[in-house]
């Protein structure tokens, strides 16, 4: 008599049957992928889509500026970005999708970003 793949009970049904029930079918399937090792591509692809949610739950507004340290107790990191744009004073602002931001110092020296949603005029 055949037995479950995932926990073990014996099989009823037809020949092929590996699982018993879908659950446990699931459930095989999903720890069999979790202990694969992440690829890159999942590694970068999951980092930017928390870089845009960060950065779009803290520019609510269309800009703001805000300390660094805010966005990276989040889990924050600004070498992720999918492209760039640099304004008329030579800025270069770094975008994870349509939300921007640009690194500075202020006057007591802290680290801070200003965020910046994209906007059509961007394009040129």
């Not at 999951?46 to 703001?64: E, H």
């Not at 999918?82 to 500075?104: A, D, I």
Request: with cysteine.
């Amino acid at each position: 008599m055949k037995t479950c793949l995932n926990c073990g009970k014996e099989l009823e049904g037809r020949a092929g049957k590996k699982f018993c029930t879908p659950y446990c079918k699931s459930n095989y399937h999903y720890e069999r992928n979790k202990q694969k090792e992440s690829s890159l591509f999942k590694k970068i692809d999951k980092q930017l889509k928390l870089n845009r949610r960060i950065l779009k739950n803290y520019n609510r507004a269309g800009k703001a500026t805000v300390r660094a340290e805010e966005l990276y107790k989040h889990g924050f990191d600004p070498k992720f970005f999918t492209h760039y744009w640099k304004n008329s004073k030579n800025q270069v602002y770094l975008f994870c999708f349509e939300f921007g931001f640009l690194s500075f110092k202020d006057d007591q020296d802290v680290r801070k970003f200003t965020l910046i949603k994209w906007q059509d005029y961007m394009e040129n």
